[in-house]
């Protein structure tokens, strides 16, 4: 018990007044598991965590008994419960709406992958996805997450930042390649910088998947500052100069009707 109490004084400095540390607990087992591709068992979470298997246990069977987790032979997985709020965030976001309404009815990105993302520190959350029927090897869907550094979204979004807060957000250590053509480092992000501004949109050439090509745009605030990304994917081999041009003209121009919702 006391080492437990010890650990409830760490995490109360840690996550700073006002917040209640066995949410912020909860929190990060949840994102844990989220984020894993198969289900935890108390001893893995706890490992993770560097939390006492005591405490894991407790928080996850509070969170099966809310919907928020399900157990089975595996251990811990996600339950169904997030989705009902995915949900609502969904309803009530206009930009979501806007971003649905739009792709309904300008067909031009019917044939492709279309993502909207929003950042969320150093990664993108995707917001919504629409999913080409053709294959493309890789799978968008709302609630993931991906390194910002590695996207076309993220890339457009983080040099639509201030230098000093880009440049924060990407100097924590960086996330390992996910292909040989990842870009490599905070330097070598900022070399690409001028180039994206200059485009209108950022390009993820095979970085989170080899084969892959994703044009980004930045969708902005009234106050200039990146709120959203919209996204277009495709195969390298779809990916021709003459469409690359094409397909971010009518990236940058969609962003640009998104802006301000």
Not at 40 to 67: F, Q
Not at 91 to 104: M, N, P, W, Y
Not at 177 to 205: C, H, I, K, M
Request: charged residues 20%; proline residues 7%.
């Amino acid at each position: 018990m006391q080492a437990d109490g010890q650990d409830d004084g760490q995490a109360a400095k840690e996550t700073g007044k006002g917040r209640v540390p066995a949410v912020v607990r909860a929190v990060a087992v949840l994102d844990l598991i989220a984020d894993m591709p198969k289900s935890l068992g108390v001893s893995d979470i706890a490992r993770h965590l560097g939390l006492p298997k005591s405490s894991v246990h407790g928080i996850c069977e509070t969170l099966v008994g809310l919907g928020l987790l399900r157990f089975g032979p595996g251990g811990y997985g996600p339950g169904p419960r997030p989705l009902s709020w995915s949900a609502a965030f969904l309803r009530r976001s206009s930009l979501v709406s806007e971003f649905q309404h739009l792709l309904a009815h300008d067909r031009r990105l019917s044939d492709f992958t279309v993502t909207l993302s929003t950042l969320d520190g150093a990664s993108v959350v995707y917001l919504a996805c629409h999913n080409a029927d053709k294959p493309l090897g890789f799978i968008f869907h709302a609630g993931m997450q991906l390194p910002a550094v590695y996207t076309a979204t993220g890339k457009a979004m983080l040099s639509a930042l201030p230098e000093a807060e880009r440049r924060a957000r990407i100097a924590g250590p960086w996330h390992p390649p996910f292909t040989a053509n990842s870009v490599r480092g905070p330097v070598e992000f900022e070399q690409d910088v001028q180039r994206w501004r200059t485009l209108g949109y950022a390009v993820d050439n095979g970085e989170i998947r080899e084969g892959m090509v994703c044009l980004g745009a930045p969708i902005l605030n009234d106050r200039g500052m990146p709120a959203a990304g919209i996204a277009v994917s495709m195969t390298s081999a779809e990916a021709r100069p003459e469409v690359r041009e094409t397909l971010g003209a009518i990236i940058v121009e969609i962003a640009r009707k998104l802006s301000g919702h």
